[in-house]
C-alpha cells in the first residue's frame, strides 16, 4: 500500500513542536496512570487504575475505574474475574450427588440402609432381622410366615391380578416405591451395622440391572460429503481425491451432494429402536415397558426375563411431524419400579426425534474394562457412561444463554443412535482415524485401545465423571473450531519497536499475569477464554461465539467445518477513542495479522491514519475467493478484511498498533466481526478501540 507523505517542516517549527511535547508530557506525568504491570506502585490508585490487579479483587478495571464485576448466575467474584461455582443445583452433579448448599459442591449422597432413586434415599424393608416379624431378614425384604400351599396360591393370584391392574392404568411415568423415603444424608453415620452391609452386597451381587442403552432412528439419510483444498478424502470413492478448482476456495459439497434428503420427509413412518440390556448378576424376570412421544404414553408391552449379560430390542413406529419441529422420544423400562435394581438411574432415556445422531465404537477390552467400574449412574455400563456424557452435552447446550445470540442457550441437541463393540485390532483404531467411515451420522467417535488403555488407571479415573475433553472434542464434530486458534504466543510475536527489538514480553505487549515466564507464554487469549468449551475444556459453558455458530447450523446436517467464519460484514472500520470516549484524530494505525503457523511477523498488512472522527477503514482482501458460492449451510465466502480465512480460525487475528508520540497494542478477532454480522451489522462493523493516546 502507498505510504502516507510527511509534510516538510522548517527547523524553527520543528523545535518549538518539540519543546511543546515534552512540556506536556512532563505535566501529565503526574496526572496519567503508568500502565504495566497494574500493581499501586508508581502513582497509581484505584481511582485512576491501569489494570485489573490495581483494584480490589472483586472489582475490574474500566476506563482507569475500579467498577464492581458482574457476575453471572452461579458465579463468584475472585482475582478480578468471575468464576463459576462447581455447582449451584443438584442437576449439575452426579446423580448420586448433592449440591451442597452453603459450599456450591457436589457432595455424595451416602444411604444408611437403602437405596438412592432421584437423589433421595429409598428405605429397604428390612436391613437387620429384628425389623421383621418373623425375624427373618433376607435379600433386605422380610420373609413372609410360612402358609399352606392353597393360600400361597392365593395370594400369588391376588398379586399378580394388582399388579396387572396398577400397570394398565394410566399413572406417572415412575411411582414412588411402597417403601419409605428419606431425606438424603451427605455423611455416613459411623456405626453401620455389618450384617445389614453383608445383605445388602449379597443382595445387589445376585440383582438384575436393566438399561437402556440407546435409541435408535431409522431410516437414515446422510449428512454432507464436503470437500477441502488440503484435505479430500471426504468424496465417495468413485471421486476420492476431488476439489473442484485448483486453488484453495474454501469447503466444496462432494459431487452429487446437492438435492439429496438429509432428514425424513412429512408424513414419513420412522421406526425407533431401543435397545436393552441385563448389566447385573442375577436374571431381570418378566419386566414391562412403556414408549412415550412428549411425555404421553402411546405403546406398552411386556418383555421375557433376560439372563445376565442379555440385551433385546423393542420398536415403535412414529410419523415424521412437520417443519422439523421439537419433539422427544422416550422408552422405560420397568416403569412400576417392580424389580429391585442396583441403579434405577438407567431405566430411562430420552431423545429429541431431531436430534443429531452419533455413533460409537469402542474396542472390546476398552468396553469390558468400564464395565468393571460403577458410573455416575451407578450401573456397571460403559453404554450408561456415554450416555452420561451425551447428556452433560446437551445441558450445556441448554445453560450457554447469551441475550443477543442465544436467548434461550443453543438450541442443538446431540443423541447417541449406534454404539458399536469393536474387535482391539481393527484396523481404523491404528490407521489414524479414530472411527470407520459413516456418512449416515452426524458424527463418529471411537474408544481405541492405544488411547484408553496404555494408562492403567485412566478408565477407573473417568468412569465416575465427565470427560470434558470428549465434549471438546464432540464440539469439533458439530464443526467447531478450536478457539484457542485464536490465541498467541510471545514467541511467535515477530513484531519488533523502533529500536528493531521485540516488543512481544515487555510492557507493550505484557505475558499473561498468570503465566510462569517463559518463551510461550501467551500474550494474547481468546477474549471469551475462562468460560469456552472450545478453548479450555472443562464444567464451563459454551462461548457466546460457539453458541451464535450452533444455533446458526441448528437442524442443518453436519460435514462443514468453521464455515460460520466467513460471516463478516462488508466494510468494516476501527474508531479510535480516547479514554473518555471522543474520537482521536492523527493516530497511525499499523495492523499485523496471525499466520496460520501461529506466527506474527514484522509486516503489516494494513497501515494509515485515522481521520477526524477517529475511523480508520480497514480494506478488504480482494481476489481470495472468488467462486461466490454459499456453503450448504448458507455461508458465503467474501472478500474481508481477514483475505484467506482459515476454517480453523488460525488466521483470525489481528494485532494492531497504536502510535501518537507513544505506542500502544491492541488485538481484534474475526470473532468480533462474527458477532457484530450475527447481531445485525452485515453491511458496516464498527470497531471501537480504546487508548490513552490523544
Not at 418378566?286 to 411425555?295: E, Q, Y
Request: glycine fraction near 8%; include cysteine; aromatic fraction near 10%.
Amino acid at each position: 500500500m502507498k505510504k502516507w507523505d510527511v509534510p516538510v517542516i522548517f527547523p524553527y517549527a520543528l523545535a518549538v513542536i518539540t519543546i511543546t511535547a515534552a512540556t506536556v508530557a512532563l505535566l501529565n506525568q503526574g496526572s496519567e496512570p503508568v500502565c504495566g504491570n497494574g500493581l499501586i506502585e508508581k502513582g497509581e490508585a484505584p481511582q485512576n487504575c491501569c489494570e485489573d490487579t490495581g483494584c480490589l479483587t472483586n472489582q475490574e478495571c474500566t476506563n482507569h475505574s475500579c467498577i464492581d464485576l458482574k457476575c453471572r448466575k452461579c458465579e463468584y467474584a475472585a482475582y478480578n474475574q468471575c468464576g463459576r461455582y462447581e455447582c449451584c443445583s443438584d442437576t449439575e452433579c452426579g446423580k448420586n450427588e448433592t449440591c451442597g448448599g452453603n459450599t456450591n459442591k457436589c457432595v455424595q449422597i451416602e444411604c444408611e440402609c437403602g437405596y438412592i432413586k432421584n437423589r433421595v434415599c429409598i428405605n429397604y424393608e428390612c436391613c437387620d432381622s429384628s425389623e421383621c416379624p418373623a425375624g427373618i431378614c433376607q435379600n433386605n425384604k422380610c420373609a413372609a410366615v410360612e402358609k399352606n400351599a392353597e393360600e400361597t396360591a392365593e395370594e400369588k393370584q391376588l398379586s399378580r391380578s394388582q399388579a396387572d391392574a396398577k400397570y394398565k392404568s394410566a399413572g406417572a411415568e415412575n411411582k414412588q416405591d411402597s417403601t419409605r423415603a428419606q431425606e438424603p444424608k451427605v455423611e455416613s453415620k459411623a456405626n453401620k451395622n455389618q450384617e445389614s452391609q453383608n445383605q445388602q452386597q449379597g443382595n445387589q451381587a445376585a440383582a438384575p440391572d436393566l438399561g437402556v442403552l440407546y435409541i435408535e432412528r431409522t431410516p437414515k439419510y446422510e449428512r454432507y460429503r464436503v470437500t477441502y483444498f488440503s484435505d479430500r478424502h471426504f468424496c465417495s470413492p468413485e471421486y476420492a481425491g476431488y476439489y473442484p478448482y485448483e486453488d484453495d476456495r474454501g469447503p466444496q459439497l462432494c459431487p452429487g451432494e446437492s438435492g439429496k434428503q438429509r432428514w425424513p420427509k412429512e408424513g414419513e413412518t420412522v421406526t425407533f429402536t431401543a435397545y436393552i440390556k441385563n448389566h447385573g448378576k442375577g436374571p431381570s424376570g418378566i419386566f414391562s415397558f412403556r414408549w412415550l412421544i412428549d411425555g404421553v404414553e402411546v405403546s406398552s408391552g411386556t418383555q421375557e426375563s433376560l439372563s445376565p449379560g442379555q440385551a433385546t430390542k423393542q420398536t415403535i413406529k412414529w410419523t415424521w411431524p412437520a417443519h422439523l419441529s421439537d419433539h422427544t422420544v422416550r422408552f422405560v423400562v420397568d416403569p412400576e419400579n417392580m424389580i429391585q435394581e442396583p441403579s434405577e438411574n438407567n431405566n430411562m432415556l430420552e431423545d429429541f426425534t431431531n436430534a443429531l445422531s452419533f455413533r460409537i465404537h469402542v474396542a472390546k477390552s476398552v468396553y469390558d474394562k468400564f464395565n468393571a467400574y460403577q458410573n455416575m449412574a451407578e450401573s456397571y455400563s460403559f453404554e450408561d457412561w456415554i450416555q452420561s456424557q451425551a447428556r452433560t452435552m446437551n445441558e450445556k447446550f441448554v445453560d450457554s444463554i447469551y441475550p443477543a445470540v442465544a436467548p434461550n442457550g443453543i438450541l442443538e441437541r446431540i443423541r447417541i443412535d449406534e454404539i458399536v463393540v469393536e474387535n482391539d485390532n481393527e484396523l481404523f483404531f491404528d490407521s489414524g482415524e479414530h472411527a470407520p467411515p459413516d456418512f449416515y451420522q452426524d458424527s463418529r467417535w471411537g474408544f481405541s485401545v492405544k488411547e484408553w488403555m496404555n494408562d492403567a488407571s485412566k478408565i477407573e479415573r473417568m468412569s465416575k465423571g465427565i470427560d470434558w475433553a470428549l465434549i471438546h472434542e464432540w464440539g469439533h464434530q458439530l464443526g467447531l473450531i478450536d478457539e484457542y486458534s485464536l490465541d498467541v504466543a510471545k514467541n511467535n510475536v515477530l513484531v519488533t519497536d523502533g529500536n528493531n527489538q521485540l516488543v512481544s514480553g515487555t510492557s507493550l505487549l505484557p505475558d499473561a499475569s498468570w503465566c510462569t515466564p517463559r518463551p510461550d507464554c501467551p500474550v494474547h487469549y481468546f477474549k471469551f477464554a475462562g468460560n469456552a468449551m472450545m478453548h479450555g475444556p472443562g464444567n464451563v459453558l459454551f462461548s457466546e461465539h460457539s453458541a451464535a455458530a450452533l444455533n446458526l447450523h441448528l437442524h442443518k446436517r453436519r460435514g462443514y467445518f468453521g464455515d460460520y467464519l466467513f460471516d463478516v460484514p462488508s466494510s468494516n472500520s476501527l474508531k479510535i477513542v480516547g479514554t473518555d470516549g471522543t474520537q482521536v484524530e492523527g493516530v497511525s494505525v499499523t495492523v499485523y495479522q496471525r499466520r496460520e503457523d501461529g506466527t506474527i511477523p514484522d509486516s503489516a498488512v494494513f497501515f494509515g491514519l485515522t481521520n477526524k472522527a477517529g475511523i480508520f477503514d480497514l480494506p478488504n482482501v480482494d481476489g481470495v475467493w472468488s467462486s461466490g458460492d454459499d456453503t450448504a449451510t448458507g455461508h458465503r465466502l467474501r472478500p474481508n478484511p481477514f483475505g484467506k480465512i482459515a476454517v480453523t480460525g488460525s488466521t483470525g487475528t489481528f494485532l494492531i498498533k497504536l502510535s501518537k508520540g507513544s505506542e500502544e497494542y491492541k488485538w481484534l478477532e474475526i470473532t468480533d466481526f462474527n458477532l457484530a454480522y450475527w447481531k445485525g451489522e452485515k453491511e458496516q462493523g464498527m470497531f471501537e478501540v480504546k487508548t490513552r493516546l490523544q
